[in-house]
């Protein structure tokens, strides 16, 4: 058997064979019922004819036979013709009567058993079939036989055959085309709730989970894989969550504690230590949120009609950014576009991956210099800053998560550029670093323009 | 002025309380939704500070109730989420500042003085930065408790930086608030009187220092250096 892997061409391998056996076996069926019939009216009419030649059967006083058949049926036995013979024998086999010249009788078996009995012989080359008859007269039987050489009718039959076959044979073939063709359009119909609810799955990801595969019109056969596979669905998204919900969870049960903390420290008399102390809870507090972030992230996918202002959102970050850049010595600057800058994202998302190209600079950029956000207005936005600048080796390994230069240094668990990395694939932007002249890192984000 | 805390962590609450005290404000605390529900319909409150993660309940069922109400009671969320989500729903449910969590004690100073002084609530008390002070009423500045002369529009430059103290004051805004609308506006007149204001403070001593972030605005904060 070959294997098929779609449903489809088995289907439809199985339908042709069916077909095509059908195609055969019915004309064979037809014939043998063509001649089963044929047989049936010779035979009958044999009979008859040997009820006639035995009407005209007479027994004579003196206990002869004569028989005197009329010229039209004597022209049918007749030699010339050779079609029909018959033959009229006694009960003790003796031929009373032939049409043959050699007056034999014509089936030599004589069944005494029965009335009627249908015979087959062979003539010489001829095939005879036909009808051997009983009669009582006068207290004595008689056999009337009555033969008709096949060779003639054979003929007739085939040609009704070969008439069938090129009369109604032909419906056969475009009968297979038709049904084939209904073939392919039921199993469309049917395949295409299956490829709805294929398209569909296409959609499902760790950030899409509430996505249900249609239960409509998907055909009953196959209504218990998709439930299924909803039912497990509905489970992994449950796990998800709890995940999600674990990770906010967590951030709630640290973030409080060390609201306390902090709140504390305020109190301490020595201000070096609450400094120092202060530095360390804010360090505690940035790697809390990132964490946040990127549990967020996770569960974030962007709507495709959301539009942001490049401009705006450089402003705000500048304007967040600028305090703390002040309080360590530093300084930042917004240059570029003055006009809006549309781009397709989520600006809460893109706030984030600028704030976070942002900080990175403010935390490396010696103190006295400027960090430089420049907006431009083909959607790309580049955070220049004065600090060592990123080597050539260490650029591919900057945004994979935890990755640090230094990792003695505390308060920096290495997450800001893999959050800004992973904003950058959602929006399908492209993040590129060089150095600069100079020797500060240049980092620019690409967005496309919104239409 | 009274205030009401609803937090359900004992020892934070404990904290915030004591300093707000120190800062002048009577609190009550509570520790749970439904208490803060009955407390806001019984006591007339100057601000709530709500956090958001509550034993028997979400904070937020609290704030709605309240809106609902159309109560103006100003509401400052303390939350440790932080998230785009729960920041947006907060806001959307009436709240009118959030703080995410660990804030430091000043912000949450600063945010509930910033509510306070909206429209319609008492004006808070005077500005201070410093050695250097601003009293909103008399709109006078003061170095070293010396009233000092300044332009009008020195003035009103002085006062919207000082609200904002330790925060960024758009250009724009500046432009906005000292020459209304009457239209032509050099433009670097903003920066002239930033550079005048910023040469009268030093000379007369204050110990601030106005900052220029380029292309965004100003920012005032007490001079560390001097």
């Keep these: ?451 | 002025m009274r205030l009401l805390l609803v937090e359900d962590n004992e020892e934070l609450a404990q904290l915030l309380t004591q300093r707000l005290q120190a800062a002048g404000y009577e609190t009550d605390v509570l520790t749970t939704a439904a208490e803060a529900q009955t407390a806001v319909t019984t006591t007339r409150y100057a601000a709530m500070v709500l956090d958001l993660g509550l034993p028997d309940g979400d904070g937020l069922s609290v704030l709605r109730e309240i809106r609902r109400r159309e109560d103006p009671l100003p509401v400052l969320v303390l939350t440790a989420r932080g998230g785009l989500q729960d920041r947006v729903s907060g806001l959307r449910s009436g709240a009118d500042d959030y703080l995410v969590k660990p804030f430091a004690f000043e912000e949450l100073l600063a945010r509930l003085e910033a509510l306070l002084r909206r429209p319609g609530q008492l004006l808070g008390r005077s500005l201070q930065i410093a050695n250097l002070a601003f009293d909103t009423e008399s709109r006078q500045a003061f170095i070293d408790d010396k009233p000092q002369v300044l332009s009008a529009r020195e003035t009103a430059v002085l006062e919207l930086l000082m609200r904002r103290k330790d925060r960024v004051v758009s250009k724009k805004l500046v432009e906005d608030h000292i020459f209304g609308l009457s239209g032509d506006v050099a433009s670097n007149a903003v920066e002239v009187y930033i550079h005048r204001l910023r040469k009268q403070l030093s000379e007369r001593g204050a110990k601030v220092q106005i900052h220029t972030i380029r292309g965004v605005g100003y920012l005032i904060s007490e001079d560390k250096a001097a």
């Design chain 1, 1 to 451: 058997m070959i294997s098929f892997r779609s449903i489809f061409s088995r289907i439809i391998f199985l339908h042709v064979i069916a077909l095509v056996i059908t195609a055969i076996f019915m004309p064979l069926v037809l014939y043998y019922f063509f001649k089963w019939a044929a047989n049936d009216l010779h035979d009958q009419a044999m009979r008859e004819q040997a009820e006639l030649v035995a009407h005209y059967l007479v027994v004579r006083p003196d206990g002869s036979w004569t028989l005197e058949l009329p010229p039209a049926l004597h022209d049918i036995y007749s030699q010339a013709v050779g079609r029909y013979a018959y033959a009229v024998l006694d009960d003790s086999g003796r031929v009373l009567f032939s049409s043959l010249k050699d007056r034999s009788p014509i089936f030599s078996a004589d069944p005494r058993s029965s009335d009627v009995a249908y015979l087959e012989t062979r003539r010489g080359n001829a095939a005879v079939s036909g009808v051997s008859l009983v009669k009582e007269m006068d207290g004595r039987s008689v056999w009337v036989q009555v033969g008709e050489d096949l060779a003639h009718r054979d003929v007739i039959i085939d040609d009704i055959v070969a008439d069938f076959f090129k009369r109604v044979g032909w419906i056969t073939l475009p009968m297979l085309l038709f049904l084939l063709a209904i073939d392919i359009v039921i199993f469309r119909r049917a395949l295409r709730p299956l490829l709805n609810a294929s398209e569909m799955a296409k959609k499902i990801n760790p950030n899409r989970t509430d996505v249900r595969l249609p239960p409509e019109e998907i055909p009953k056969e196959i209504l218990p894989l998709v439930q299924a596979v909803n039912q497990a669905l509905d489970r992994l998204e449950a796990g998800f969550r709890m995940q999600r919900e674990f990770t906010a969870d967590a951030a709630h049960e640290l973030r409080t504690p060390l609201t306390i903390l902090r709140s504390r420290v305020d109190t301490l008399a020595d201000r070096g230590v609450s400094k120092a102390l202060h530095q360390d809870i804010e360090g505690m507090a940035r790697i809390i949120s990132q964490l946040l972030d990127i549990a967020e992230l996770e569960s974030f996918s962007i709507d495709p009609h959301e539009k942001a202002d490049l401009r705006t959102i450089c402003a705000e970050v500048a304007e967040f950014a600028a305090p703390l850049a002040l309080a360590k010595g530093k300084n930042i600057a917004l240059s570029g576009s003055d006009a809006p800058v549309w781009v397709n994202g989520n600006p809460e998302m893109l706030s984030r991956a600028i704030r976070n190209l942002v900080e990175n600079a403010i935390n490396y950029a010696p103190p006295g210099t400027t960090v430089e956000i420049v907006v431009e207005g083909s959607g790309m936005v580049r955070v220049l800053d004065e600090g060592p600048g990123i080597k050539e080796e260490e650029r591919a390994l900057i945004f994979q998560r935890f990755w640090r230069r230094d990792r003695r240094r505390t308060g920096n668990a290495g997450l800001g550029l893999s959050i800004v990395q992973r904003i950058a694939d959602t929006h399908a932007a492209t993040i590129s670093v060089e150095n600069r002249p100079t020797g500060g890192a240049n980092f620019s984000l690409s967005f496309a323009r919104a239409g």
